[in-house]
């Protein structure tokens, strides 16, 4: 004997052949279909995407440790401000993170004043 849901699946599926005509159902169908497809393919491109965006990183963050970073990777503040002293010809021998900043300040002032 059939229950309830099965008496309201029945109704909706006779209102849909009454609206739409027997012709318009397969069109529905294969429209649904294709929403499912690309649902389905939008779903595995994200799952892909992510996978790869872990694996690169883990690679990337892997091959700097092992190896020597490439010129593409971000430089340190120390590595920028020796650099930087090296560059304005600051011997930075013996000398601290701040000593040389103070005397990167004042060639700054001293080059930019000329």
């Known amino acids: ?3 309830g849901w099965e008496w309201i699946i029945i109704g909706v599926v006779a209102i849909v052949i009454i ?10 169908a294969k429209a649904l ?8 393919k939008a779903q595995k491109e994200f799952t ?11 690679t990337t963050s892997s091959f700097v440790d092992s190896r020597q970073a490439p010129a593409t990777t971000i430089k ?4 920028m401000l020796l650099e930087t002293a090296q560059k304005l010809g600051i011997p930075t021998d013996g000398k601290t993170r701040e000593q040389i900043s103070e005397e990167i300040s004042i060639k700054v002032k001293l ?4």
């Open 1 to 3: 004997m059939l229950e």
């Open 19 to 28: 609206m739409w005509g027997p012709a318009k159902i397969p069109e529905f």
């Open 33 to 40: 279909g294709r929403a499912k497809g690309e649902f389905s």
């Open 48 to 58: 892909d995407a992510a996978m790869n965006t872990t694996s690169t990183t883990t």
């Open 76 to 79: 340190s503040k120390d590595e």
């Open 111 to 114: 080059l930019s004043a000329s």
